[in-house]
């Protein structure tokens, strides 16, 4: 007996939705919140300087290792002297503040 499996026509690639983009766009707009280039702000972890703000899905994926990852940030402690730059994905909250002008003062807070 011959039991054949019926493949179905590849599908045309589909052209993207675009309120579900805008939609996409928001979420990661809210996500990153007021982190651009050169912004410094604050959490519970310390002060860091947004270095570059990657929104290529693949690079920020790659980055992070993270399969769903949508956008990354490439930031500097700026309370660590000779700190490295280190990739990061987590979303703004109510805990992080931007730092006025840039001027960190006082040591890493806990």
């Not at 990153?32 to 519970?44: C, D, E, F, S």
């Not at 909250?93 to 840039?102: C, F």
């Amino acid at each position: 007996m011959n039991v054949s499996i019926a493949q179905q026509p590849a599908a045309a690639a589909a052209e993207p939705d675009p309120v579900a983009l805008e939609g996409l766009r928001r979420v990661v707009d809210e996500q990153i919140g007021p982190r651009q280039p050169g912004a410094i702000y604050r959490n519970v972890d310390g002060a860091f300087e947004v270095l570059e703000l990657v929104r290529d899905p693949e690079r920020a994926r790659a980055l992070l290792g993270r399969r769903s990852a949508q956008w990354a940030l490439i930031v500097k402690d700026v309370l660590r002297p000779g700190a490295e730059s280190f990739a990061i994905g987590s979303a703004w909250t109510t805990s992080d503040h931007l730092v006025p002008d840039g001027r960190v003062t006082g040591s890493r807070p806990r």
